[in-house]
C-alpha cells in the first residue's frame, strides 16, 4: 500500500501561484498515473489534473487548463500540481491520488483511484 502526504497548502490572494506536492512512501509512484482532485464545501469532488506513470502525458479540467501544471519527478517519488493566477473559486482541500490499474491512463474518473492522500486546504481571497 501507497501512503501519500500533500503539502503546499496556504491562503493566499487571488492572482498568487502555489505549487502542491505529494509524497510518495512506502512504495515506488514510479508504476502509476497520479492525479490531483479538489473537494470544496458544498460541492462535489472534482477532478483537477492528472499524469501518466512515464509522465509522457497529462490531462486536466477545462477549469485548470492554461493555469495548473501537473508533473512528476520520479526520482523523488512525488508529484506536483503547479497552481497559477489562482481564483477564490480554486478554494478547496486538494488531493492527490494514485491508480495503479492504469499507469498509461489519465482517468477523470475518482473511482479509478486507489490511493488517496489527506488532502492540503487551499484558500484564495479575494
Known amino acids: 500500500q501507497v501512503q501519500l502526504v500533500e503539502s503546499g497548502g496556504g491562503l493566499v490572494q487571488a492572482g498568487a501561484s502555489l505549487r502542491l506536492s505529494c509524497a510518495a512512501s512506502?512504495?515506488?509512484?514510479?508504476?502509476?498515473?497520479m492525479g490531483w482532485f479538489r473537494h470544496a464545501p458544498g460541492k462535489e469532488r472534482e477532478f483537477v489534473a492528472a499524469i501518466t506513470a512515464s509522465g509522457g502525458r497529462t490531462g486536466y479540467a477545462d477549469s485548470a487548463k492554461g493555469r495548473f501544471t501537473i508533473s512528476r519527478d520520479n526520482a523523488k517519488n512525488t508529484v506536483y500540481l503547479q497552481m497559477n493566477s489562482l481564483q477564490t473559486e480554486d478554494t478547496a482541500v486538494y488531493y492527490c491520488?494514485?491508480?495503479?490499474?492504469?499507469?498509461?491512463?489519465?482517468?477523470?474518473?475518482?473511482?479509478?483511484?486507489?490511493?488517496w492522500g489527506q488532502g492540503t486546504q487551499v484558500n484564495v481571497s479575494s
Open positions: 512506502r512504495r515506488t509512484l514510479s508504476s502509476y498515473s
Open positions: 491520488a494514485a491508480n495503479k490499474s492504469a499507469f498509461w491512463d489519465t482517468s477523470v474518473q475518482d473511482t479509478s483511484y486507489d490511493e
